[in-house]
Structures are given as C-alpha cells and as structure tokens.
C-alpha cells in the first residue's frame, strides 16, 4: 500500500492528525492547569492582605503563635488546600501552618514576592513552594508593617499538595474524558473524510497509471482505455497529464505503426536490391566466362557482342549502385538543399538537350512549351536538374516509337485552372501506355515498377521516381502525377518564384 500515492498520503495524513491530536490534547490540559492557576491567584489575591489587617502576626521581631494557630485553624476549616507561612523581611520561614518534616526550604526568594506586590508581571505569578526544593506554585503575598517598619510577609501558597491531586482529579474528569473522546471522534471522522477525499482525487490517476502500464505490456500498439478529459482548459493537472498521455500515445502508435511498415519496406527493399544487383551480375559473369571458355574460338563479332553486353550490364550495375548512394545521401538528415536563383527554362533546354540523341535514335519526339518571360525559380538547380532528368528519362522508357514527350512550363496549374500564388509549374508529359489507377499510389516506392506495358528504352532501376519524390520533399512540395491507359501520363511539380 505504501508503494501507491494513495497509500502514502492516507498515512501521512495520519501521522499528522496523530500528531495534531497529540499536541491539542496535551495544550489542553496545559491550558487548563494554568487557567486554574490564574483563576486562584486572581481569586485570592487580596487573601493575604485580609489576615494581616485582622491579626498582628509579627511583635517584636517574633511570630505571634496564638494569631498564627487561629489563623492556621479557620484555613483548614475553610480551604484545606491552602498552605500559609510567615517570612521575615529578608523571605526566612519564621512559622508555617504544615506537619513537622513536610517543609524543604528555610528561604523563600523575594523576587516573585517584589512583582506580586509591585504588579509588575500577569498573573499566574509563580513563587517558591517550601515544601520543594524546586517546585514554584502561586501564591498570595502581604507585607507586615509596625511603625511604618516592615517586620515580614504573610506568605500564602494558594495551591498546596491537595491541589496536585486536585488538578489530576480534574484532568480525569468526565468532562476532559467527554472532551477527548469527542476529539478523537473527530479526528476518526476527519481522517475517514480525508481518506474518501484523497481516493477520489487519485483514482483518476490511478486509472491513468493502469492505463499506462496496460499500454506498456501491450508493446504501445493496445488501444488506450483510459478516458480523454473532454475540456482541459478547465481540468486540474490530473486532466492534461491525462489529455497529454492520450495524445503521446497517439504519436506511439502511429511511429511503431511507421517502424513496422519501414521495416517491411526495408525488407523489401534489401530483397530487391540483392535481386537487382544479382541480375546484372549474373548476366556479366555468364558473359565473360563465356568469353575466357572460348578464348579463340569465336569470331570477333561475336566477341564485340558479347562484350557490348557485358558493358551494358556493367552500366546498369554502376548506375544502380550510384542511384542507391543518391537515394541514402538524401534520406539522410546531412543532405539539404542550396538554395538559389535560376531560369528554369534555361535549364529545361539544357537537360532536353542530353536526351536529344537517344529519343531521336528510338523515335521519339520531345517538344517544349516555354515561355521565355517566365521568372527565375527559388530552388536548387542540380536536384532539379535530376528530377527533370529522372522523369524524361521514364517517359522515354514507357513511350513507344513515333510518341510525344512535352515539357511545359507555366504560371497557371492547368489541372484544377487556378492561378498559382508566386510558383511555376512544371509539367513532363508523354503519350506512353499510361499507368493503372490502382498502381498509381505506389509509383514512387522502391524499386516499384509498373505492369502496365513494356519498357523499350532498357530495363530501369525502379529507384528514378523515389529520388524524384525525395528531391520534391527537401523543397517543400510535392509531386503530382495522373495518368490514362494507353494515353499516356502527366507529371508535374510546382517550384516558388525567386523573390531576389
């Protein structure tokens, strides 16, 4: 039970009404005693005073033992528990109205008597008790004159032996008794209240830590259970750790969502690069085994072929490993755009340009749209360069012989007829066999390849669309893509107008 936050604050609330009570109960009776105390002294204050008017204690220097025994009698009579001595002027006891042996002082200090007699202090005044050593008790006090000579002091101890007992009678009363146990009742009471209290107060917040550890053990994928507070403006701290569990447990699951789906990827991923570099590997070492086999008996066009293919697959190894260098540098957190002023149509002519030689050779014809008034763009113009690379490289791939390829660059997104707000688009268009719907949402995956038709500019890598994608997402944007059967495909891209 210690262990919960519950546990501890039940027993520390406790201890502390524990204590409380302890120290209510013992003020109590401290008060009670001192208040008897004062209410004695005040009482017999004049006590003393009365007996020295009515009676001459004190002839020549000597203690009047007739008065003193009357006196001693009536106060035994009438108030047992009052206890009276005759001091000189310098507080020696002359005569004292107590049993042989009980007196332990021979000298009482005059200090106290001095203050009741000059009123210089609140009552209760404490004075010394003759029958201790060091015990004090209150007192009433007068002095002795004749002739204007102060002969003594009546000394009056208001509160003698008797009223030891007499106090420990009243501390046993039934009133302190009914008194105490009504205190207790109500610190049982209150301790029960805290207790309700606190299990109310902290049974959210034991939810909540049910709640998180059903969550730990269901690896962060087990739906949360615990109940969002519906308004966390107005909830207390337990209602936003609540609201902020909910919502850290929402991020959990979509990353271990995210984890898992990355690692089936990179599962695919590894599985289709070590197809796709065995393939050209394969092919390249059958080639020229073939070769150092028949060493001198073939013909030299036939060396030429087989050494052409070799070649073939030597680039397409080289070019696969290169793009899949290309595609680690941008995914990592190091690689990030420079960013600069240039004229987009400049570029579009130049990258047109690397092309010309092999859409002429496969028959395939690249036209361009471009208006030379367009402004400069706010990019970086070698990853541009490699996305307009990338996509007239694929529609050369997927465009058959006699097929178009345009490129168009304009202010206006022709799609949705809306005028974009300082950006121009660019858009790589061809008159391939198209790209079913369904596939469309896949298309810039890894190593992704369409089934739709045959590639007749060579086999790709299916990494030339994912470096597209990534080069767009370091930009800030993204890339837009539709696609009809056997009518071709239109990708397009919007880039910001450079404001220097």
């Given at each position: 039970m210690l262990k919960t936050l519950y546990g501890?604050?039940?027993?520390?609330?406790?201890?502390?009404?524990?204590?409380?009570?302890?120290?209510?109960?013992?003020?109590?009776?401290?008060?009670?005693?001192?208040?008897?105390?004062?209410?004695?002294?005040?009482?017999?204050?004049?006590?003393a005073n009365h007996m020295v008017t009515e009676k001459i204690l004190i002839s020549d220097g000597k203690a009047n033992n007739e008065a003193l025994k009357e006196i001693f009698h009536m106060l035994m009579v009438i108030n047992p528990t009052i206890e009276v001595y005759l001091l000189d002027p310098q507080g020696t006891l002359l005569a004292f109205s107590a049993p042989p042996g009980k007196v332990k002082r021979k000298q009482i200090s005059l200090q106290p008597i001095h203050q009741f007699l000059n009123q210089e202090t609140n009552f209760p005044l404490l004075g010394d008790d003759p029958r201790g050593k060091s015990r004090q008790k209150v007192f009433s006090v007068a002095p002795i004159f004749k002739d204007n000579?102060?002969?003594?002091?009546?000394?009056?101890?208001?509160?003698?032996?008797?009223?030891?007992?007499?106090?420990?009678?009243?501390?046993?009363?039934y009133i302190l008794k009914l008194s105490t146990w009504a205190l207790m009742g109500?610190?049982?009471?209150?301790?029960?209240?805290?207790?309700?209290?606190?299990?109310?107060?902290?049974?959210?917040l034991t939810r909540l830590t049910h709640g998180l550890e059903e969550f730990q053990r269901g690896n962060f994928l087990k739906p949360l259970e615990f109940p969002a507070p519906l308004n966390t403006k107005s909830g207390d701290e337990i209602d936003r750790l609540g609201s902020a569990f909910?919502?850290?447990?929402?991020?959990?699951?979509?990353?271990?969502?995210?984890?898992?789906?990355?690692?089936?990827?990179?599962?695919?991923?590894?599985?289709?690069?070590?197809?796709?570099?065995?393939?050209?590997?394969?092919?390249?070492?059958?080639?020229?085994?073939?070769?150092?086999?028949?060493?001198?008996?073939?013909?030299?066009e036939e060396q030429r072929e087989y050494l052409e293919i070799a070649t073939r697959h030597c680039e397409r190894l080289g070019k696969l490993i290169s793009e899949l260098f290309e595609l680690a540098r941008l995914d990592s957190h190091e690689t990030q755009p420079h960013l600069e002023p240039f004229s987009i149509c400049e570029l579009v002519q130049d990258v047109v340009?690397?092309?010309?030689?092999?859409?002429?050779?496969?028959?395939?014809h690249i036209q361009t749209n471009l208006d030379q008034e367009l402004p400069f763009v706010y990019a970086d113009i070698g990853l541009i360069e490699r996305v307009l690379g990338n996509l007239i490289e694929n529609a050369l791939r997927f465009t058959p012989e006699a097929g178009t390829i345009s490129i168009q660059l304009s202010k206006t997104d022709k799609r949705f007829n809306v005028k974009a707000n300082g950006e121009i688009t660019i858009e790589v268009s061809d008159t391939g066999c198209g790209i079913p719907p369904e596939e469309i949402p896949y298309i810039f995956h890894?190593?992704?390849r369409a089934t739709q038709g045959n590639a007749s500019g060579g086999e790709g890598s299916g990494l030339g669309l994912a470096i597209t994608k990534r080069i767009m997402e370091l930009h800030g944007t993204s890339m837009a893509v539709k696609s009809q059967i056997n009518q071709g495909t239109t990708f397009s891209f919007h880039l910001p107008v450079s404001k220097i």
């Open positions: 501890k604050l039940a027993v520390s609330f406790f201890a502390l009404l524990l204590l409380l009570g302890t120290l209510y109960i013992g003020l109590t009776f401290w008060t009670t005693r001192l208040f008897l105390m004062e209410v004695n002294q005040k009482l017999n204050r004049s006590l000579e102060l002969q003594g002091y009546l000394y009056v101890i208001l509160g003698g032996e008797a009223f030891d007992s007499t106090a420990q009678m009243l501390q046993g009363s109500g610190i049982f009471f209150i301790l029960v209240a805290g207790l309700l209290i606190f299990n109310l107060l902290t049974r959210r909910h919502e850290m447990a929402q991020r959990i699951q979509i990353q271990m969502n995210k984890l898992k789906e990355i690692d089936s990827l990179r599962r695919q991923l590894v599985a289709n690069v070590s197809h796709d570099l065995r393939t050209p590997l394969a092919a390249l070492q059958g080639y020229l085994e073939t070769l150092h086999l028949k060493e001198g008996k073939l013909s030299p340009q690397k092309f010309k030689l092999a859409s002429e050779k496969k028959g395939v890894r190593f992704y």
